[in-house]
């Protein structure tokens, strides 16, 4: 059973940095794609970025590209999500998911969610 806790949202100011966190219990990460998503208030849950640990291979949304980082951490079974050049449209719930097998954009794809974190930013 595979559930990523999402941590690191908060309130920042606009052109600043933030980094999410993200740890799945899967002790066989090397099978799974990790992915990030968000969702804004009265919007539909979007495609962030995604990782496939085994490879490190990732992909971006066109909106984030050049902004934002997914990475594999050190830390055991853990993803991040560096965020620079934060704008006031990035404003949402944020969500880890993971699926098993190649990387996907499409949120019918991840069968395993967190709870998602909050991340404010302020113009």
């Known amino acids: 059973q595979v559930q990523p806790v999402e941590s690191g949202g908060g309130l920042v100011q606009a052109g600043d940095s933030l980094r999410l966190s993200c740890a799945a219990s899967e002790r066989t990460v090397g099978r799974l794609s990790m992915g990030w998503f968000r969702q804004a208030p009265g919007k539909e849950r979007e495609f962030v970025a995604s990782?496939?640990?085994?490879?490190?291979?990732?992909t971006y949304a066109d909106s984030v590209k050049g902004r934002f980082t997914i990475s594999r951490g050190n830390a055991k079974n853990t993803v991040y999500l560096q965020m620079n050049s934060l704008k006031p449209e990035d404003t949402a719930v944020y969500y880890c998911a993971a699926r098993v097998g190649t990387l996907r954009s499409a949120t019918q794809d991840y069968p395993y969610w967190g709870q998602g974190t909050q991340v404010t930013v302020s113009s």
């Open positions: 990782i496939r640990w085994s490879t490190g291979g990732t």
